[in-house]
Nanobody
Framework: VQLQASGGGLVQIGGSLTLSCVTSGLTGDTVSWFRQAPGKEREFVAAIRRSGGGTKYADSVKGRFTISKNNAKSTVSLQMNSLKPEDTAIYYC??????????????????WGQGTQVTVSS
């Protein structure tokens, strides 16, 4: 099983970025994005079911971020708009088989990508 995150970078306040997670060998139906800022715990951002395509978002990103999938390319993307300084973090994609009641808990995820840095500044 492999997940590889990419697409991070430096962007101005209000700008946009799209992160990509290329997956292989997954057995879990859910792929999520988490983020971790310096000195803070890893927090849930968004999730998508690979079958069916149902989605879930953290309140802090709802309406600004969109998670999507391309099963043919085994890729899950995170489109981030209206970026704020508080979105600055390392972003990770991860896979799980857990029921969605536990989506928020990073300890329920079996496999993680390596992370990609997103920095939002003025």
């Amino acid at each position: 099983v492999q997940l590889q995150a990419s697409g991070g970078g430096l962007v101005q306040i209000g700008g946009s970025l799209t992160l990509s997670c290329v997956t292989s060998g997954l057995t879990g139906d859910t792929v999520s994005w988490f983020r971790q800022a310096p000195g803070k715990e890893r927090e849930f951002v968004a999730a998508i079911r690979r079958s069916g395509g149902g989605t879930k978002y953290a309140d802090s990103v709802k309406g600004r971020f969109t998670i999507s999938k391309n099963n043919a390319k085994s890729t899950v993307s995170l489109q981030m708009n209206s970026l704020k300084p508080e979105d600055t973090a390392i972003y990770y994609c991860a896979s799980t088989r857990v029921v969605w009641s536990y989506l928020w808990d990073p300890s329920k995820y079996n496999y993680w990508g390596q992370g990609t840095q997103v920095t939002v500044s003025s």
